[in-house]
């Protein structure tokens, strides 16, 4: 089958299972050496990435007031959950075909120091067309914002690659405005400073995840109306 064939077939298995944004993009030897070193032996032959992105529903991230809700958890660990069962599903039917596919679960933390997973979903998901990194650190697509949950799989699968997208927040600063941590700026994301604040959010009872919502209540490409 011809790279163009696979792709299509393989976005039309994903939004089967529910997923509402594809992407791909080639892994370089930059973005690789963004990996953990748990699966850079394993994924070294798969030289595509595909960004799978399910949105959040905008009716739980506009209760979001000053902290996270209880419903946006649950959401949340939903949301993650479904994004790794299609990722699971299409890397099975990609080694159905006799290739390999390594799937990247969609919220794992394996580098507790500094927060990070695997790779960077936001980063497969930008250079495979998907949206652009804003100011709050977050990936924005331009129909969704950043309400947006991903996934990655790291595939050998022939498939033809997307067009990065360019875009910026231009002068907006509504994140800034309203991130309680004081973590986005004119002159760039804190993660450290986010990543404080996350953890007094997880001490909330029920609450025991790193989340927030804040800012991708406020972002304009959210659409979230009050």
């Given at each position: 089958m011809s790279e163009i064939k696979n792709y299509e077939n393989l976005k039309k298995l994903?939004?089967?299972y529910g997923i509402k944004l594809f992407?791909?993009?080639?892994?370089?030897?930059?973005m690789r050496k963004e990996f953990h070193p748990e699966i850079l032996e394993i994924s070294k032959n798969l030289k595509f990435g595909i960004a799978l992105g399910y949105p959040l529903d905008?009716?739980?991230?506009?209760?979001?007031?000053?902290?996270?809700?209880?419903?946006?958890?649950?959401?949340y660990k939903?949301?993650?959950?479904?994004?790794?069962?299609?990722?699971?599903?299409?890397?099975?039917?990609?080694?159905?075909?006799?290739?390999?596919?390594?799937s990247i679960p969609a919220s794992q933390v394996v580098d507790f120091e500094k927060q990070l997973g695997h790779l960077s979903h936001k980063m497969i998901a930008k250079k495979a067309g998907l949206g652009f990194i804003g100011r709050s650190g977050l990936l924005i697509n331009p129909h969704?914002?950043?309400?947006?949950?991903?996934?990655?799989?790291?595939?050998?699968?022939?498939?033809?690659?997307?067009?990065?997208?360019?875009?910026?927040?231009?002068?907006?600063?509504?994140?800034?405005?309203?991130?309680?941590?004081g973590a986005i700026t004119k002159e760039g994301y804190d993660r450290w400073k986010c990543y404080q604040k996350l953890?007094?959010?997880a001490g909330m009872r029920g609450i025991g995840v790193c989340?927030?919502?804040?800012?991708?209540?406020?972002?304009?490409?959210?659409k979230i109306e009050e």
């Open positions: 994903a939004l089967n992407g791909v993009c080639e892994i370089t030897e930059d905008k009716k739980v991230i506009k209760g979001i007031k000053d902290k996270p809700t209880l419903i946006y958890k649950h959401h939903t949301v993650n959950w479904l994004l790794d069962q299609a990722s699971e599903l299409i890397s099975l039917y990609i080694r159905e075909q006799g290739f390999s596919a390594l969704y914002g950043p309400a947006v949950r991903y996934a990655t799989i790291l595939t050998n699968f022939p498939l033809k690659i997307d067009e990065e997208y360019k875009g910026d927040c231009g002068d907006c600063m509504l994140c800034a405005d309203a991130c309680p941590a953890k007094e959010f989340i927030c919502g804040i800012c991708i209540k406020v972002c304009p490409y959210s």
